[in-house]
């Protein structure tokens, strides 16, 4: 009798089990959540469905707003000629809770919630694995989305969400139809938006200091993952509501976020109201080679700052505003203000000086405002002696060569 025979008549050391020994009851999901399944041609999976009518604000802007915007504005928002001119009701709002936030092909997304405009309001739909066996189903649905849809919206998901979600359609051996579409991303207009004042350009942080909405007795985002395990582990989904609850206020957030950024760029006076965010709209416009809606940006944040380092800044950035638009005499106004202003920086008297060398060809004018400067360092010096040494050696070099210009000037 040989070794093989031998152990199958001991019969098995331990007892049979399957792989998977977690138990399979996912039915009580519909208890605390209101939806219901969802089957395709790849399984099943539950699917949720809240309307928010129109009017509904999510803080002190309505989800409906966005419908009043202007769709080439969101070209410039979203720095994507693809984007100008879409039809913002065919637009899917995106967002997901996942298994991890790391990423990588061992994260899923559980959840994914989806934001449409329908005739009634803006339509929230989530699509929930309630195990790793429902996750082609539910990326059949997402797929039959992605080609209606005609752009993305998103909080990240550049980066994250549609990155992750790719990986899935690639590891299920799925066509991923959302690759070639134009895609929002409204973390990067967030930032060059708000990060001035706020700092912290998180959706959260942003939905409550701007849009004035804060989530109360919302749900952690770092807990989520381990909720789902013990939801997959146990089948028990009482802990499950509070997941979906932020997964929809992420989704209705991106519409009323999307719609004020949209005002602000078509009636920035009715909407922006902080001196550092008329600051940060001017650079970008600036950055856009819009250089007079610049100006009036900058002129805005002068009316509101009181604090005299924030003016010399401001002015600063409506002096080079001016110079790249080659509005000299309006540049020259500015720059001489500054000046005027005591500030610590030479920056304005070094650009009088070019202008009056280079462009009026006012040698004399020009060796005047290098004196001044000088005049000005000599002052500075005795409060930050070494930050000034370069800057005197310049300005010398250039009042000597000034000076050889006026005199040669004054001979011819």
């Known amino acids: 009798m040989d070794l093989r025979e031998k152990l199958s008549r001991m019969g098995p050391a331990f007892p049979q089990r399957s792989m998977d020994s977690r138990p399979r009851i996912r039915s009580d999901i519909h208890v605390h959540v209101c939806g219901e399944m969802m089957e395709n041609e790849r399984g099943a999976f539950f699917h949720a469905v809240e309307v928010y009518p129109f009017?509904?604000?999510?803080?002190?802007?309505?989800?409906?707003?966005?419908?009043?915007?202007?769709?080439?504005?969101?070209?410039?928002?979203?720095?994507?000629?693809?984007l100008g001119g879409l039809d913002m009701r065919r637009a899917l709002f995106l967002d997901t809770e996942t298994t991890g936030l790391a990423g990588g092909t061992g994260t899923l997304p559980f959840l994914i919630g989806l934001g449409t405009y329908a005739d009634n309001g803006f339509r929230v739909e989530q699509l929930f694995m309630r195990d790793w066996d429902e996750e082609q189903a539910v990326l059949e649905e997402l797929r039959s989305r992605f080609e209606k849809a005609e752009c993305l919206v998103s909080y990240n998901g550049r980066a994250f969400d549609m990155s992750l979600i790719h990986t899935r359609f690639l590891l299920s051996r799925m066509r991923n139809p959302a690759l070639n579409l134009p895609h929002l991303d409204l973390l990067y207009p967030a930032r060059?938006?708000?990060?001035?004042?706020?700092?912290?350009?998180?959706?959260?942080?942003?939905?409550?200091?701007?849009?004035?909405?804060?989530?109360?007795?919302?749900?952690?985002?770092?807990?989520?993952?381990?909720?789902?395990?013990?939801?997959?582990?146990?089948?028990?989904?009482?802990?499950?509501?509070?997941?979906?609850?932020?997964?929809?206020?992420?989704?209705?957030a991106l519409a009323a976020l999307s719609g004020l950024m949209g005002l602000i760029h078509m009636e920035p006076e009715a909407h922006v109201r902080h001196a550092p965010d008329w600051i940060s709209l001017g650079r970008s416009y600036e950055q856009e080679l819009r250089i007079e809606q610049a100006s009036v940006c900058y002129r805005q944040a002068l009316d509101l700052s009181p604090a005299s380092d924030q003016r010399a800044e401001i002015l600063s950035l409506l002096g080079f505003a001016f110079k790249r638009s080659a509005d000299w005499t309006r540049a020259v106004e500015v720059w001489e203000q500054l000046a005027q202003s005591q500030a610590f920086s030479i920056t304005p008297y070094e650009e009088l000086a070019k202008y009056y060398e280079h462009r009026a060809a006012n040698y004399q004018a020009a060796a005047d405002i290098v004196r001044r400067a000088l005049a000005r360092i000599s002052v500075l010096s005795e409060l930050r002696p070494e930050q000034y040494l370069e800057d005197r050696k310049d300005l010398e070099y250039r009042l000597a060569r000034l000076e050889r210009k006026s005199r040669k000037s004054s001979r011819s």
Request: charged share 25%.
């Open 55 to 82: 009017d509904h604000c999510h803080g002190e802007v309505p989800v409906g707003r966005l419908l009043e915007v202007d769709p080439s504005v969101f070209g410039i928002i979203g720095r994507d000629p693809a």
């Open 192 to 252: 060059r938006m708000w990060r001035r004042r706020l700092g912290d350009c998180s959706l959260t942080s942003i939905e409550k200091s701007v849009l004035g909405f804060e989530r109360a007795g919302d749900i952690p985002g770092f807990l989520i993952p381990s909720l789902y395990f013990e939801y997959v582990r146990t089948g028990r989904a009482g802990n499950l509501a509070p997941v979906f609850r932020h997964n929809r206020w992420d989704i209705v």
